[in-house]
């Protein structure tokens, strides 16, 4: 019932979607200033109905209707609610429903919330959001329906991967959504504002609080999925270069990128066709992602069951939309001066662009050289870290120079500041006492920590200094504290780690450099999705008395039949204590790795100091970054 | 100028497009159907838990062969087992076990209780000798005749619908 409905519901959907794009088509010649009502009527129908076809997937998972054949293969009657609710969005067919609504969410809000008055510039994007919502909806209906339908209907459904059974990764797929599929809205409104030919000013007004959603849910989805990783996979890291992980950041170094140069644009000053060429890099990053993951040319815990014909048509899809904006783009540019001042703030974004762009390239050919080669030349390698370290780490001297320095200087104007003052002695200052804790040699290290503990001081000098004139630019300010913060806690955190791997029985005690590990005994528990081995381990400090209890877990989920590590971690203010056990059967010995891993929280906060700026903006949108 | 710079834009695009357009018909690398039909890899195997090895030229000696691959860590392991043992009632059928990358005594623990279908066991503790046989996750089951052709892949757990189609294909 549920099946057949969502198909009702999707393909009145998709008719009106089709009627959006004729309407928009004939009222572009139309020569009234005002936009039909109608038009406003079908887009909130749209809207409407493509939201009751998810509420059908939903239902379907959450009353287990085993007749549509998505919900059989990713659901199970004893799965939590929360994970019957998070199943509809935990596959490729459930997640493709989601992308398209927050397409028809984003196409809707636009036409009814963005105030510009040019006509044609809203039309045009409607026409050319509504597009992309033709296509990905008959992708959905012709080869991924999520609302497909078998007989007999099984009784039972063969249950979600139980990697994807956790509450972080729940949310992790929606807010990545909202960062990327949101990014289409700008791509849309980029190629209208090419065609309409409206003013730097309305373009930048327009797509601004855009882009600042875009990029906040965009970094707090890449930070939990990082977070993820780190409770879940029990590798005790939390980014790995792994290709999947790069599709998140590649498009979220354009956002980053694109959300300054608005800023320029804003001011009339230049940029006009720069901020459209990253506002479509931005779409098109975001959906060459989504082919490298879900076509199966990359392996990895996000390549959902394998389909060519589904990587096909996203590989179509991307090179219709990367030629047709290069068409759209060199019939329409417009010609503007290029002559920014020196040591101006917009030189100075200017090259945090540069900055942006390079590391996107970096990321982009560490994760595209190994399918070429493969292709090419038949050689299978991994990119790994040390790659991306050896190549980005140098580049964050200057960035983060540019980061603490540049926000200092004006509009429009050349002049040389002044940088020996207090902000520099007490960062050096500083630097000399961590280096004297730290004991690092690597000097390129050492620069790193030096520019980053320059950052937070001036940050903080500037955060002072506004309260004190109150004209404060919170957001940039915090911001940019949290990426220093970040750069900082990562160094701390990289050089203080701890890591030992070893074998114990119940009852044995282990003793490393500084820790005392005591396997005190074991636990069977059982749920109503898995079985667990619960270990008891008390940890002690050989210097100081602290005991902490760890209980890392072996769980057998029934339904897929599939064995997770979870990692115990013990989450202190300034550590984190990171144990995890396997090697299970009947034996009594096990395999432990235990970690000591210093300030993770700090690492967390930084990220969302980061994202917290972003918001700032965008509820204060009269202040400038 | 501007036509140069679109030409060039379009050329780069193209070579992307095309090179994953190829490597998409590519992506078959991680499946190893197309092992069937083609004589296995030489390999030397330890033995489990004794000296000496196995070369798998002495697959020759047997008029089928079951190479399976398993751990004691595994899960789906353990479910196939029972079919395992089925399958070696059968005369002329010899299920040789790799254990993979797997702790010795978890290993002959997991045997203890559940029973040992192994005509002969040997062991990859590395994992990388597996990989010969276009071994990627376990469980996975090659059925190999006397030529030393593989006849069949099974990967995942084997099913009772497996065991029968094998017992179907050893009776020819």
Same mark, same amino acid.
């Given at each position: 019932?549920?099946?057949?409905?969502?198909?009702?519901?999707?393909?009145?959907?998709?008719?009106?979607?089709?009627?959006?794009?004729?309407?928009?088509?004939?009222?572009?010649?139309?020569?009234?200033?005002?936009?039909?009502?109608?038009?406003?009527?079908?887009?909130?129908?749209?809207?409407?109905?493509?939201?009751?076809?998810?509420?059908?997937?939903?239902?379907?998972?959450?009353?287990?209707?085993?007749?549509?054949?998505?919900?059989?293969?990713?659901?199970?009657?004893?799965?939590?609610?929360?994970?019957?609710?998070?199943?509809?969005?935990?596959?490729?067919?459930?997640?493709?429903?989601?992308?398209?609504?927050?397409?028809?969410?984003?196409?809707?809000?636009?036409?009814?919330?963005?105030?510009?008055?040019?006509?044609?510039?809203?039309?045009?994007?409607?026409?050319?959001?509504?597009?992309?919502?033709?296509?990905?909806?008959?992708?959905?209906?012709?080869?991924?329906?999520?609302?497909?339908?078998?007989?007999?209907?099984?009784?039972?459904?063969?249950?979600?991967?139980?990697?994807?059974?956790?509450?972080?990764?729940?949310?992790?797929?929606?807010?990545?959504?909202?960062?990327?599929?949101?990014?289409?809205?700008?791509?849309?409104?980029?190629?209208?504002?090419?065609?309409?030919?409206?003013?730097?000013?309305?373009?930048?007004?327009?797509?601004?609080?855009?882009?600042?959603?875009?990029?906040?849910?965009?970094?707090?989805?890449?930070?939990?999925?990082?977070?993820?990783?780190?409770?879940?996979?029990?590798?005790?890291?939390?980014?790995?270069?792994?290709?999947?992980?790069?599709?998140?950041?590649?498009?979220?170094?354009?956002?980053?990128?694109?959300?300054?140069?608005?800023?320029?644009?804003?001011?009339?000053?230049?940029?006009?066709?720069?901020?459209?060429?990253?506002?479509?890099?931005?779409?098109?990053?975001?959906?060459?992602?989504?082919?490298?993951?879900?076509?199966?040319?990359?392996?990895?815990?996000?390549?959902?069951?394998?389909?060519?014909?589904?990587?096909?048509?996203?590989?179509?899809?991307?090179?219709?939309?990367?030629?047709?904006?290069?068409?759209?783009?060199?019939?329409?540019?417009?010609?503007?001066?290029?002559?920014?001042?020196?040591?101006?703030?917009?030189?100075?974004?200017?090259?945090?662009?540069?900055?942006?762009?390079?590391?996107?390239?970096?990321?982009?050919?560490?994760?595209?050289?190994?399918?070429?080669?493969?292709?090419?030349?038949?050689?299978?390698?991994?990119?790994?870290?040390?790659?991306?370290?050896?190549?980005?780490?140098?580049?964050?001297?200057?960035?983060?120079?540019?980061?603490?320095?540049?926000?200092?200087?004006?509009?429009?104007?050349?002049?040389?500041?002044?940088?020996?003052?207090?902000?520099?002695?007490?960062?050096?200052?500083?630097?000399?006492?961590?280096?004297?804790?730290?004991?690092?040699?690597?000097?390129?290290?050492?620069?790193?920590?030096?520019?980053?503990?320059?950052?937070?001081?001036?940050?903080?000098?500037?955060?002072?200094?506004?309260?004190?004139?109150?004209?404060?630019?919170?957001?940039?300010?915090?911001?940019?504290?949290?990426?220093?913060?970040?750069?900082?806690?990562?160094?701390?955190?990289?050089?203080?780690?701890?890591?030992?791997?070893?074998?114990?029985?119940?009852?044995?005690?282990?003793?490393?450099?500084?820790?005392?590990?005591?396997?005190?005994?074991?636990?069977?528990?059982?749920?109503?999705?898995?079985?667990?081995?619960?270990?008891?381990?008390?940890?002690?400090?050989?210097?100081?008395?602290?005991?902490?209890?760890?209980?890392?877990?072996?769980?057998?989920?029934?339904?897929?039949?599939?064995?997770?590590?979870?990692?115990?971690?013990?989450?202190?203010?300034?550590?984190?204590?990171?144990?995890?056990?396997?090697?299970?059967?009947?034996?009594?010995?096990?395999?432990?790795?235990?970690?000591?891993?210093?300030?993770?929280?700090?690492?967390?906060?930084?990220?969302?100091?980061?994202?917290?700026?972003?918001?700032?903006?965008?509820?204060?949108?009269?202040?400038?970054? | 100028?501007?036509?140069?710079?679109?030409?060039?834009?379009?050329?780069?695009?193209?070579?992307?497009?095309?090179?994953?357009?190829?490597?998409?018909?590519?992506?078959?690398?991680?499946?190893?159907?197309?092992?069937?039909?083609?004589?296995?890899?030489?390999?030397?195997? %330890? /033995?489990?838990?004794?000296?000496?090895? &196995?070369?798998?030229? @002495?697959?020759?000696?047997? $008029? #089928?062969?079951?190479?399976?691959?398993?751990?004691?860590?595994?899960?789906?392991?353990?479910?196939?087992?029972?079919?395992?043992?089925?399958?070696?009632?059968?005369? %002329? /059928?010899?299920?040789?076990?790799?254990? &993979?990358?797997?702790? @010795?005594?978890?290993?002959? $623990? #997991?045997?203890?209780?559940?029973?040992?279908?192994?005509?002969?066991?040997?062991?990859?503790?590395?994992?990388?000798?597996?990989?010969?046989?276009?071994?990627?996750?376990?469980?996975?089951?090659?059925?190999?005749?006397?030529?030393?052709?593989?006849?069949?892949?099974?990967?995942?757990?084997?099913?009772?619908?497996?065991?029968?189609?094998?017992?179907?294909?050893?009776?020819?």
């Amino acid at each position: 019932m549920l099946g057949e409905l969502g198909i009702i519901f999707v393909s009145i959907a998709l008719l009106i979607s089709l009627a959006l794009i004729y309407f928009s088509f004939n009222e572009v010649k139309n020569s009234s200033n005002l936009i039909p009502k109608k038009i406003y009527k079908f887009s909130l129908l749209q809207l409407i109905f493509s939201l009751l076809s998810f509420v059908a997937l939903l239902a379907g998972y959450v009353f287990s209707d085993f007749s549509i054949i998505n919900v059989y293969e990713n659901s199970h009657t004893t799965k939590p609610l929360f994970y019957k609710i998070s199943g509809t969005w935990g596959n490729h067919e459930g997640s493709l429903l989601l992308w398209i609504n927050i397409l028809v969410l984003f196409s809707s809000l636009f036409l009814f919330i963005n105030k510009n008055k040019n006509k044609n510039f809203k039309i045009f994007t409607l026409l050319f959001q509504n597009l992309l919502i033709v296509i990905f909806f008959i992708f959905l209906l012709t080869n991924s329906n999520p609302f497909s339908t078998i007989y007999p209907i099984p009784n039972e459904g063969m249950g979600l991967n139980p990697i994807l059974q956790d509450p972080a990764l729940a949310i992790h797929p929606p807010l990545l959504y909202i960062g990327f599929v949101g990014s289409s809205i700008y791509f849309s409104a980029a190629l209208s504002a090419l065609v309409s030919k409206i003013d730097a000013k309305s373009l930048a007004t327009s797509i601004k609080p855009w882009i600042l959603v875009s990029w906040f849910f965009q970094t707090v989805g890449i930070l939990v999925g990082s977070i993820w990783a780190y409770y879940e996979l029990g590798w005790g890291g939390y980014w790995f270069w792994d290709p999947v992980e790069n599709s998140s950041l590649m498009p979220w170094f354009v956002m980053t990128a694109l959300l300054h140069s608005v800023l320029v644009l804003e001011r009339k000053i230049g940029l006009y066709s720069w901020v459209i060429v990253l506002s479509i890099l931005t779409f098109t990053m975001s959906v060459a992602g989504t082919f490298l993951v879900r076509s199966g040319i990359l392996n990895s815990v996000h390549t959902f069951a394998n389909d060519p014909s589904r990587g096909l048509f996203i590989l179509t899809f991307l090179i219709l939309m990367v030629f047709s904006s290069i068409f759209i783009f060199f019939k329409h540019a417009p010609t503007e001066n290029k002559n920014y001042r020196i040591l101006s703030k917009e030189f100075f974004i200017l090259i945090n662009n540069w900055f942006m762009i390079f590391f996107l390239a970096v990321v982009l050919i560490g994760t595209l050289y190994p399918i070429f080669l493969d292709t090419l030349t038949g050689t299978k390698i991994s990119v790994g870290p040390p790659y991306y370290n050896f190549i980005l780490a140098p580049f964050l001297i200057p960035l983060l120079f540019l980061m603490t320095s540049g926000p200092k200087h004006k509009w429009i104007s050349s002049e040389i500041k002044k940088f020996i003052n207090i902000v520099l002695f007490l960062s050096i200052f500083l630097f000399l006492i961590t280096f004297f804790i730290v004991k690092e040699n690597s000097l390129l290290l050492n620069l790193i920590l030096f520019f980053s503990i320059y950052l937070i001081i001036q940050t903080l000098f500037d955060l002072y200094d506004g309260l004190k004139s109150r004209s404060i630019n919170l957001s940039r300010i915090i911001s940019h504290l949290g990426f220093g913060l970040l750069i900082f806690f990562i160094f701390i955190n990289h050089i203080f780690s701890q890591e030992s791997n070893f074998n114990l029985r119940v009852g044995e005690t282990k003793e490393t450099d500084n820790y005392v590990i005591k396997f005190e005994n074991l636990e069977k528990f059982s749920d109503s999705n898995y079985k667990s081995i619960i270990g008891h381990f008390k940890i002690s400090n050989k210097k100081k008395l602290f005991k902490e209890n760890l209980k890392p877990e072996i769980r057998i989920y029934n339904k897929p039949m599939t064995v997770t590590y979870e990692a115990s971690i013990n989450s202190g203010f300034f550590s984190d204590t990171y144990l995890t056990m396997s090697n299970i059967s009947d034996s009594d010995i096990f395999n432990i790795k235990f970690q000591k891993k210093p300030f993770m929280n700090f690492i967390w906060l930084s990220v969302l100091l980061v994202s917290l700026g972003g918001l700032i903006n965008f509820f204060n949108r009269k202040n400038s970054i | 100028m501007k036509k140069i710079h679109l030409l060039l834009i379009c050329i780069f695009f193209s070579f992307i497009f095309i090179v994953l357009y190829l490597s998409l018909q590519n992506s078959k690398i991680y499946d190893t159907e197309n092992l069937v039909g083609k004589k296995i890899t030489e390999s030397e195997l %330890n /033995l489990f838990g004794k000296d000496g090895t &196995f070369n798998t030229k @002495e697959i020759s000696n047997y $008029q #089928f062969t079951l190479l399976n691959f398993w751990a004691s860590w595994c899960g789906p392991c353990r479910k196939e087992h029972k079919n395992l043992l089925r399958l070696s009632k059968n005369e %002329n /059928l010899k299920i040789i076990g790799v254990n &993979f990358k797997d702790n @010795e005594y978890n290993a002959r $623990q #997991f045997l203890q209780e559940m029973g040992n279908p192994f005509y002969i066991l040997t062991e990859d503790s590395k994992g990388k000798k597996s990989v010969n046989f276009g071994v990627y996750g376990i469980p996975e089951t090659i059925l190999v005749n006397s030529e030393l052709i593989i006849l069949k892949k099974y990967i995942g757990p084997l099913s009772s619908k497996d065991v029968n189609e094998i017992s179907k294909l050893i009776k020819k």
